[in-house]
């Protein structure tokens, strides 16, 4: 729990503090990439760790990931540039690919299907104590002239979990050789940071025809279909294709690429729309981010034991969607008269919703196989969704550029409410695309999935 608010709160603190960063800083247009770098340097590890976390255990992971995350923090609080805090913030990312993954591993491993849904009420209330810290925290250091200490607090936070995870977390794991598969490993990594890359500069670095920003992303495509072809030959890859074969894998990591986009479209986004389009004070513009993050865990606390215990994960996961559509459409067509208590509601609502939709399908996708292929299942649905959140930041970061640089700049007050106007329409984009990914998902009970977990890993369904 205590690692899970390593990654919670860094989830929600810095968004209420990027005007205060850039002011001191600068660099508004390439604020996106404190987001993207991270949460693609997340991405491209999580297969990694996933799959050593199978053959070495979690634990040492969950350490070793514990540790670079602190190691970034403290250098993104001594960053003197937005070139530097942007680097610093893949170091934090590369930390956290291991300790959100291992510690839902650890839980999937430790608890039963029934058991985790009392559990994962107490992991919720991590999260919905985050979801209050988290902003208040990052808006008051943002008044305060400290924005420096969002990352700071997290000191104390890593080092308690570290010694609590080496003291109280025993597991016994069969050591057995293995190799690590480093040319997936490189070629997924450099072809996320092109098509990124492509997405977040072009129209601010280079125009969108230009012959760079065809390279780029030719060139990015072209090494993804490189990656899949290497995962084929690969003796271990980190993202066994078999994982993309099954039609539960496959629909529950689509609808984590969806929950990943929709929450770091909203994350990114709200506080600078309220606190620059109405002149809200980042304190309140956190605030109403965190009905968001407060409403996810309160649903998920209650997912098992109310819902997919009784009526399985799909019709669980589509009562969620129909929320988060509920929601994403009130913010949409309210979006040109910014109102702090709509978006407060309607970032509620998404988060009432998202909570029924990303722990039942982790937990779906979990209980389908044993402990041996547990990690690389996980880890698959974690890449998935910070893919999207990657992906996710980059497509609505150039599109609040276009329409900033149309409509008067970052300092136009009605600017930034037409750029918070535009990004909001395409979360609600996002959304109809997760809900289709929901439907196709297959028909499974709790107790089916209790049944195919102690299945072997090829023929468990």
């Given at each position: 729990m205590v690692s899970t608010g390593l990654i919670a709160i860094d989830a929600t603190i810095l968004a209420t503090a990027v005007p205060s960063i850039v002011r001191e800083l600068g660099g508004f247009s390439s604020f996106p990439w404190l987001f993207s770098v991270y949460l693609l340097?997340?991405?491209?590890?999580?297969?990694?760790?996933a799959k050593l976390a199978d053959t070495v255990g979690r634990k040492p992971l969950m350490?070793?990931?514990?540790?670079?995350?602190?190691?970034g923090s403290v250098l993104c609080g001594l960053a003197w540039s937005m070139p530097v805090l942007i680097a610093f913030r893949a170091l934090q990312g590369l930390g956290a690919g291991a300790v959100q993954p291992m510690s839902i591993t650890i839980a999937g491993d430790i608890y039963s299907i029934a058991e985790r849904a009392r559990v994962q009420g107490y992991i919720a209330s991590?999260?919905?104590i985050s979801s209050v810290v988290g902003p208040a925290l990052g808006g008051l250091f943002a008044q305060l002239h400290?924005?420096?200490?969002?990352?700071?607090?997290?000191?104390p936070l890593c080092l308690l979990a570290g010694v609590l995870i080496w003291r109280n977390f025993h597991e016994k794991v069969e050591r057995r050789p293995h190799r690590i598969d480093y040319a997936g490993a490189v070629l997924l990594t450099s072809a996320m940071t092109l098509l990124i890359l492509g997405v977040l500069e072009g129209g601010q670095a280079w125009a969108w025809s230009s012959p760079t920003s065809i390279a780029v992303f030719a060139v990015g495509t072209a090494l993804l279909v490189g990656f899949v072809f290497a995962e084929r030959r690969a003796a271990e890859p980190i993202l066994p294709m078999w994982v993309l074969s099954r039609r539960l894998l496959l629909t529950t990591s689509l609808t984590a690429l969806g929950v990943g986009a929709i929450l770091i479209g909203l994350t990114s986004y709200v506080p600078t729309?309220?606190?620059v389009g109405i002149g809200s004070a980042p304190l309140v513009g956190g605030l109403a981010l965190a009905a968001l993050t407060l409403g996810w865990p309160l649903s998920a606390a209650f997912s098992g034991r109310l819902f997919y215990m009784k009526y399985g994960f799909r019709p669980t996961v589509l009562i969620g969607m129909g929320l988060v559509l509920l929601g994403a459409l009130l913010l949409a067509l309210r979006a040109q008269t910014p109102q702090v208590a709509v978006v407060a509601v309607s970032c509620f609502v998404i988060?009432?919703?998202?909570?029924?939709?990303a722990a039942p399908s982790l937990i779906a996708a979990q209980a389908s196989v044993g402990w041996a292929d547990r990690g690389v299942v996980t880890g698959a649905n974690m890449f998935a969704r910070s893919i999207g959140s990657a992906v996710g930041v980059a497509v609505f970061g150039a599109v609040a550029n276009a329409v900033l640089d149309a409509s008067g700049g970052p300092t136009n007050p009605d600017a930034v409410i037409d750029a918070g106007s535009a990004v909001f329409i395409a979360v609600l984009v996002a959304t109809l695309l997760t809900i289709i990914s929901a439907v196709a998902m297959p028909k499974i009970r709790a107790d089916d999935a209790e049944l195919s977990r102690h299945e072997p890993a090829a023929d468990s369904s």
């Open positions: 340097a997340q991405a491209v590890s999580v297969p990694v760790y350490l070793f990931g514990i540790a670079v995350f602190l190691l991590v999260w919905g400290l924005w420096r200490w969002i990352f700071f607090v997290n000191i729309y309220l606190e988060g009432l919703g998202l909570g029924l939709v």
